[in-house]
């Protein structure tokens, strides 16, 4: 599986909405997970099949408190984990 490193995560810190862009150089199964500083997941992508080209993906993320969480996304055998922080929208 080969694929652009170029992997776009922002805003970070995030509010209300965090994008995730990504581009694919062939057909491959993508997952997104997000979990809180305690391990919960408090978010889960269902994985599913994107083709190739670019991508992106976008998370609500209202309902989550403000704090740190690790992004983890799944492109085939590729994963990648990101630290992220959550700010009050006042």
Do not use: W
């Amino acid at each position: 599986m080969q694929f652009d490193p170029e992997i776009k995560f922002y805003p970070n810190p995030f509010i209300d909405e965090l994008s995730l862009s990504f581009n694919l150089e062939e057909n491959a199964g993508v997952g997104c997970k997000i979990f809180d500083v305690t391990g919960r997941m408090v978010y889960q992508a269902i994985s599913q099949n994107f083709s190739e080209g670019a991508h992106l993906m976008k998370i609500d993320t209202r309902n989550f408190s403000q704090g740190i969480y690790t992004l983890q996304l799944s492109i085939d055998d590729f994963e990648k984990n990101i630290k992220l922080t959550k700010l009050n929208d006042r």
